[in-house]
């Protein structure tokens, strides 16, 4: 099996925007190259995750091994890696494209070019890919082939023309992609005398084989038995098993310069092995390192606390067995006097917030909650220090501020005309300022610079509202910039919650205080006493509602009679309240929580 030849081999991977129908081309490819039988086929086969399913998208980066026979006569060994279209796993998108030569590049020959089709292209031309356009689902009546095809070279600026045209749900010309891999993506270079140097793609944990690592060969060979190094952890390892992914896994005896394929070697833990890392042979020491990629930074934070306090054990253990799966999910303790012990986790985006959640949910039996999103800001301190803020609790003494710098992010909208005007309001009323509009075909593309902590609590979902779901967006981070920001507490009966506290702009702070104190007062049952809720700015109370006290007719046994009588008891009843409400305890049920979060613009 080692004996590959490398001019026979051709490692690409599938780049497209969410729903142009990578994972079913993928199917596809599987089929046609009759690597697993119609029995074995199901839809998507590469999903092997519940969520990834039923959301019909993809999260983690799944690889796979073909052989194709070529018109030529020539046996081919093909690696397929299926990448995410989503903006929140870039990360497993740049990852993926490091460890191919080629790509091909999905486009829904209805809906065309959209905002992600463009971000993870140009992840592919920073790798130096070679990219074969494929015009996707030209069965449906809406196609319009030749229309996408301009467009392609209007936007992205590659050449068109060969474009293919393919159904991946019919499997019409899939036999025309694989002569495309065939004949028109380069084979990987390599020198198979030369000191192994290896990419470590990705890793993830196996209950049974401990950690299992994806590679990628680019020198030398990699055998069972053979000691190797981590150039980044400087850790040693001796090669249990060696293997390649079809879809199922299959073990071989050696991988070779331009293969693909998977190691185990008793490695206990995923965080011994970095992503992006240099694996070479144990005895070498003077091999450079693979360029690698940069770390996924995580770029929202939350609050992550069990429902029922006694969990807190299991979402400890739970976390630590999803982390060693999933690299860019970071957290830490924290404990609030609403909620109780919990953790405060990063994450790539909202979408890959709300997967873990779930995912913490279903595989692990646990109700949460979540505190409302916040970015990490920077605050530069009158005394010349800088520091980081990861929760708007932790934020230091006004006095000691001097400036608070936000992140912002460089947004690309492509929309229908029609719905052009809604959405360069719903940008301006995000604080958003516009950098360019100009015209794809029917389409307008906008890009905007926005503040981050304005895009992550609804915006996307108020951009598919607009827009009924016809605008696509993508996003990067470009810098951070000073802004007028304060720290906004609600105080529920002069104590201040801070699961609700957040940094929020100035000039918005009142009318999101507002807001966010009519709902508690619908969601606060009433108590016995009067329970004011208020929005605080520091000492500055900003917006206020009251919740009144449940009466009880203390008058009732008095029939007739003097007045003052009445007025006694009323009276009596006055002080308990007032006595009531100093010592009283307002509880807040965790519903009012949860409902409270979802803050609405």
């Known amino acids: ?51 990834e399913r039923e959301r019909g998208i993809t999260i983690k980066a799944q690889t796979v091994r073909l052989n194709y026979r070529a018109q030529n006569g020539k046996d081919y060994i093909l690696n397929l890696m299926d990448t995410p279209g989503h903006v929140d796993f870039a990360y497993e998108v740049s990852r993926s494209l490091a460890a191919c030569e080629g790509s091909l590049l999905v486009v ?9 089709t463009l971000a993870n292209v140009y992840h592919a031309i920073d ?16 196609a319009e082939p ?15 023309s060969e474009a293919v045209p393919i159904s991946a749900k019919t499997g019409l010309n899939i036999d025309l992609v694989l002569e495309a891999i065939v004949n028109r993506l380069p084979p990987p270079k390599g020198d198979r005398e030369a000191p192994l140097k290896a990419l470590l793609v990705d890793s993830w944990y196996d209950a049974y084989l401990g950690v299992v690592v994806l590679v990628r060969i680019f020198d030398g060979t990699l055998k069972k038995g053979q000691r190797i190094k981590m150039i980044g952890t400087d850790a040693h390892y001796e090669v249990d098993r060696l293997g390649v992914f079809r879809p199922k896994m299959q073990n071989i005896e050696a991988l070779g310069p331009g293969e693909i ?30 360029p690698g990629f940069k770390p996924a930074q995580p770029v929202v934070f939350c609050g992550l606390f069990p429902v029922d306090a006694a969990n807190f054990e299991d979402l400890r253990a739970a976390m630590g067995r999803l982390r060693l799966n999933d690299a860019s999910f970071s957290f830490e303790m924290e404990s609030s006097a609403a909620l109780g012990f919990g953790f405060r986790c990063g994450f790539l985006g909202l ?18 909650i979540a505190t409302a999103p916040s970015v990490i800001y920077k605050i530069n301190m009158t005394d010349g220090a800088q520091i980081e803020l990861h929760n708007p609790v932790d934020m230091p003494d006004v006095v000691k501020i001097a400036s608070i710098e936000e992140p912002w992010i460089r947004a690309t909208i492509l929309t229908p005309d029609d719905y052009l005007g809604s959405i360069l309001k719903l940008c301006q009323d995000r604080r958003g300022v516009q950098v360019d509009l100009n015209y794809v075909g029917k389409r307008a593309m906008v890009q905007y610079d926005l503040p981050l902590n304005e895009v992550v609590f609804d915006f996307y979902d108020r951009l598919k509202s607009v827009s ?34 957040m940094l929020v702009h100035r000039d918005r702070a009142e009318s999101r205080g507002r807001a966010m104190c009519e709902k508690l007062k619908d969601l606060i049952p009433q108590h016995m006493f009067v329970i004011p809720i208020q929005a605080a700015i520091g000492a500055k109370i900003i917006a206020r ?38 010592f009283g305890k307002v509880d807040i049920p965790q519903e009012a929580f949860i409902a409270a979060l979802k803050v609405d613009g």
């Open 1 to 51: 099996m080692s004996a590959e030849p490398i001019e026979n081999i051709r490692n690409f991977s599938i780049v497209a925007h969410i729903d142009h129908g990578k994972s079913t081309l993928a199917d596809r490819l599987i089929q046609a190259t009759g690597t697993l039988t119609d029995r074995e086929m199901v839809e998507q086969v590469l999903d092997s995750m519940d969520i």
């Open 108 to 116: 829904d020959a209805s809906q065309g070019v959209e905002a992600q």
């Open 127 to 142: 790798a130096n890919h070679e990219l074969v356009p494929v015009l996707n689902k030209i069965d449906l009546p809406a």
């Open 146 to 160: 030749d229309r996408i095809k301009q467009q392609i070279e209007d936007v992205i600026g590659i050449d068109a």
């Open 261 to 290: 394929g998977f190691i185990t070697a008793s490695i206990k833990e995923v965080a011994d092995t970095r992503v992006g890392d240099t694996i070479t042979d144990d005895r070498k020491n003077n091999v450079q390192p693979l």
């Open 351 to 368: 979408l890959h917030l709300e997967i873990i959640q779930e995912r913490l949910e279903r595989e692990f039996n646990l109700d949460l």
């Open 468 to 501: 009924k779901g016809y605008a696509s967006f993508d996003y990067h981070l470009t810098d951070y910039r000073e802004g007028d920001l304060v720290k906004m507490q609600i105080l529920v009966n002069a104590e201040p919650v801070d699961a609700l506290s």
């Open 545 to 582: 509602e009251t919740i009144r006290a449940l009466r009880k007719d203390v008058t009732a046994k008095c029939y007739g009679g003097d007045i003052t009588r009445k007025r006694k008891l009323l009276e009596k009843q006055k002080e308990g309240k007032k006595k009531m409400r100093q």
